[in-house]
């Protein structure tokens, strides 16, 4: 997965920015974690769009209008998947006792994804997707999608892969009524 920054402006998202969301010296979640002064309060959900990455980037010049998005599937020459970040919540541990020194920094995070492009191009001429300054939001697209993500350290897991689950709303309405039985 690729992370950008991009600035929302009327209907569009435009002048888009690379980033990384995870990494313990340039990661947005581990500066947002550092800003919010989350480091005393393992154990518990904090929610990092709003309380974090909106607040701390946005100016008042830039009132939240600062969004992040998501090329699902990067390298793929047959399709482009792009998503919009509508909200991310992180719950960070911190158990040396369990796990040890080595293991003992866990976030997990749950993403909720609106999709704004999701086009298959069978003969793999997909378009250029560094090169797209501009997205259109869909008016109607409603529906979001919601991703499991992990952090070791900081760090993304396995072999810094971001690794997790993508769960359509159908699914996830399935898993919560086995969870809630």
């Not at 600035?7 to 990384?20: C, G, H, I, Y």
């Not at 980037?57 to 919009?84: G, M, V, Y």
């Not at 250029?128 to 900081?154: A, S, V």
């Amino acid at each position: 997965m690729t992370f950008y920054v991009y600035q929302k402006e009327r209907n569009l998202f435009v002048a888009p920015n690379e980033t990384t969301l995870a990494g313990e010296k340039s990661g947005l979640i581990f500066k947002t974690w550092c800003k919010l002064k989350k480091n005393e309060k393992y154990h518990q959900v904090w929610t990092v769009i709003e309380d974090g990455l909106v607040k701390i980037w946005n100016t008042p010049s830039k009132k939240d209008n600062t969004r992040i998005i998501i090329d699902l599937h990067p390298n793929a020459k047959d399709r482009c998947f792009i998503a919009e970040v509508v909200n991310m919540w992180a719950y960070t541990h911190n158990d040396l006792k369990k796990w040890g020194n080595e293991h003992g920094l866990w976030t997990v995070l749950m993403l909720q994804l609106r999709i704004l492009i999701n086009d298959s191009y069978p003969d793999g001429n997909a378009l250029e997707k560094k090169n797209i300054t501009e997205i259109r939001i869909p008016k109607d697209n409603k529906e979001i999608l919601t991703e499991f993500l992990y952090l070791k350290k900081w760090n993304w897991g396995s072999n810094g892969r971001a690794n997790g689950a993508l769960i359509c709303p159908e699914v996830l309405d399935e898993f919560k009524k086995k969870l809630f039985e």
